[in-house]
């Protein structure tokens, strides 16, 4: 069986890195932040956990070099809730600045920035370039939109659930789940206990599909491996 695809950037030593740069491979930055609320029944890391999951999903399909997960961000919903990091919207713009000027000056011409958060959106689109593809996780796998039963949410819901059911489930607190509440007391919104892992597998493969569909698009020479393969 062959191996995956693509790399984690971490995994690599510099003259590798530099050799990939230079014939042109793509750069994913994923961006989900390593401590913000969700709930009572998720943890602090769940944008995080998601945001690699999502990167090493894609290298399994992709001749990519995934950079490690920026787990800082922009978050101002969530200052109240112990635990929660937050940057202003304008040291966000410059940490992400500094870290595509870097990967710029060492020769990476095709960058993409996998945004899992909501907040994020808005400042990602200021830095919108010829080499840069920004792409937003709520835009990402609608075709598993059939298997939810209740869509409507938005953060620490069913679809969030389930993708943390999948991926660590001793990580998700079941006995706390709350169906719903003011978001000023929860940091929830949305009906997570029809959550299941099941869905949530479901939920991460259109998501991939997807990232994958659209790095072929903006550059087509991006040969995919089919899952799996």
Not at 81 to 92: E, K, Y
Not at 93 to 101: D, T, Y
Not at 208 to 223: A, E, G, H, L
């Amino acid at each position: 069986m062959s191996g995956p695809a693509g790399v984690w950037l971490e995994d690599l030593t510099w003259e590798e890195a530099k050799a990939l740069f230079s014939a042109g491979a793509v750069v994913v930055i994923p961006i989900g932040a390593a401590a913000k609320a969700h709930g009572f029944h998720l943890p602090l890391k769940t944008d995080a956990v998601t945001a690699r999951a999502l990167g090493q999903r894609l290298l399994e399909r992709l001749p990519v070099v995934v950079a490690p997960v920026l787990g800082m961000g922009y978050y101002p919903a969530f200052t109240t809730f112990a635990g929660s990091q937050h940057l202003s919207v304008g040291t966000f713009l410059a940490l992400l600045g500094e870290l595509l000027a870097g990967l710029r000056e060492q020769g990476v011409r095709r960058i993409v920035l996998l945004n899992t958060g909501v907040s994020t959106e808005a400042p990602l689109e200021t830095l919108a370039a010829d080499d840069l593809l920004v792409l937003h996780m709520r835009q990402l796998g609608r075709a598993a939109e059939s298997w939810l039963d209740v869509p409507a949410g938005g953060h620490a819901d069913e679809r969030e659930t389930s993708v943390m059911l999948a991926l660590e489930p001793r990580s998700v607190r079941m006995a706390a789940l709350v169906a719903s509440g003011p978001f000023e007391q929860t940091a929830a919104t949305g009906d997570p206990s029809r959550a299941s892992a099941f869905k949530g597998e479901r939920i991460l493969a259109a998501r991939v599909d997807d990232i994958v569909t659209r790095i072929i698009s903006r550059w087509p020479d991006t040969v995919a491996t089919p899952p799996g393969g």
